[in-house]
T-cell receptor, first 114, second 111 residues
Framework: DTAVSQTPKYLVTQMGNDKSIKCEQN?????MYWYKQDSKKFLKIMFSYNNKELIINETVPNRFSPKSPDKAHLNLHINSLELGDSAVYFC?????????????FGDGTRLSIL | DAKTTQPTSMDCAEGRAANLPCNHS???????VYWYRQIHSQGPQYIIHGLKNNETNEMASLIITEDRKSSTLILPHATLRDTAVYYCIVRTRGSQGNLIFGKGTKLSVKP
């Protein structure tokens, strides 16, 4: 059983398109996150959601919007894709988002913009 | 935010213990030390975390010094599959509990 699953695993698309990445967790966690890993391999937080409420939003362009239909899902919508959006996007989840609760990650979605 | 310092890379012989050091001299009393690893092309994998006391689980042991300014992750019997980048992270309220990843230590386990 995969705890945190993302789809698709690979996404190749053209500049200017709109795309979505889905994330589901079956751990019963109530906080979910999106991270971005760029070509230099730095992992950075983008968003987190707790009980359908956005609680963190780093300096991410508003072309990126997280949407949570329920506690087990946090999807990432990206509008007007740009070349610089090429990266690996990781979804994660944790219980309550507290300092003593580890985050568990999915295997990533590799986004390539042509 | 408490920052961490790790060696860029380390080698370890297969079957031997791998000891990965981390300095976090600015850590505050209520901040946790977390260890994750990332095996090539996979998502970060949680290993272990601790506050003050030493911790052990099925994957590793975490030794935190008494002053909490440094810690060591111990993989007791390294295998080739343990080759990965290992991240030591101090999780703080200032970063709203988010994981702030640095460059980590590239551990190469060799036969």
């Amino acid at each position: 059983d995969t705890a945190v699953s993302q789809t698709p695993k690979y996404l190749v698309t053209q500049m200017g398109n709109d795309k979505s990445i889905k994330c589901e967790q079956n751990l019963g966690h109530d906080t979910m996150y999106w991270y971005k890993q760029d070509s230099k391999k730095f992992l950075k937080i983008m968003f987190s959601y707790n009980n359908k409420e956005l609680i963190i939003n780093e300096t991410v362009p508003n072309r990126f919007s997280p949407k949570s239909p329920d506690k087990a899902h946090l999807n990432l919508h990206i509008n007007s894709l740009e070349l610089g959006d090429s990266a690996v996007y990781f979804c994660a989840s944790s219980q309550e988002g507290g300092l003593n609760q580890p985050q568990h990650f999915g295997d990533g979605t590799r986004l390539s913009i042509l | 935010d408490a920052k961490t310092t790790q060696p860029t890379s380390m080698d370890c012989a297969e079957g031997r213990a791998a000891n990965l050091p981390c300095n976090h001299s600015t850590i505050s009393g209520n901040e946790y030390v977390y260890w994750y690893r990332q095996i090539h092309s996979q998502g970060p994998q949680y290993i272990i975390h601790g506050l003050k006391n030493n911790e052990t689980n099925e994957m590793a042991s975490l030794i935190i010094t008494e002053d909490r300014k440094s810690s060591t992750l111990i993989l007791p019997h390294a295998t080739l599959r343990d080759t990965a980048v290992y991240y030591c992270i101090v999780r703080t309220r200032g970063s709203q509990g988010n994981l702030i990843f640095g460059k980590g230590t590239k551990l190469s386990v060799k036969p």
